[in-house]
């Protein structure tokens, strides 16, 4: 066993000590954050058992019931939305991501469409139906260049040559 193994509370305050006043703030607002959506998440995961369990008491729990299938998965997708913008806020306080990222903004909204179409009257026009549609293709259009783009620069994907861990490298 280690003895001198560190916790993650004493690696988060060696860190600290290593911030400016703008990364001690930045770190401060984003564990703020952080702590406020699992309050969140917590109070709508709470809902929606309450309502789940209200729904099968009362036997009106028919999911083939429309009005309740978009209420309930409504309210899951939700939870889903907060509580993946809560992970990009966690890796954003723990360091390991300096700025929310924008694939992960692009996530959490193709997440938001997602839970829209579900969640979508039947009475609803044919254009807010191909304008969600046309939104829905430029998201994912976006997010699969940025990971394109990714996927070419990532050190795996380059020569070991022009990796910086390469230890039969001639460059410094």
Not at 41 to 52: E, F, K, N, W, Y
Not at 89 to 102: E, S, Y
């Amino acid at each position: 066993m280690n003895v001198n193994r560190k916790t993650s509370f004493q690696i988060l305050l060696d860190e600290w000590r290593l911030l400016n006043f703008y990364g001690r703030f930045e770190q401060v607002v984003a564990l703020i954050l952080s702590a406020v959506i699992a309050v969140i998440i917590v109070v709508s995961l709470i809902q929606l058992i309450g309502a789940v369990f209200t729904l099968l008491i009362m036997g009106g729990f028919n999911p083939i019931d429309h009005r309740i299938f978009q209420s309930v998965f409504g309210m899951v997708m939700n939870l889903l939305i907060a509580m993946e913008f809560k992970h990009s806020i966690v890796r954003v306080a723990l360091r390991q991501d300096n700025i929310i990222q924008v694939k992960t903004v692009l996530l959490i909204a193709l997440i938001a469409l997602a839970r829209k179409f579900v969640i979508l009257d039947p009475e609803v026009g044919a254009e807010k139906i191909a304008a969600l549609a046309a939104t829905t293709v430029a998201l994912g259009l976006t997010y699969w260049l940025l990971r394109e783009r990714d996927d070419r620069t990532s050190p795996e994907s380059l020569p070991p040559s022009l990796t910086c861990n390469n230890p039969f490298s001639s460059s410094p």
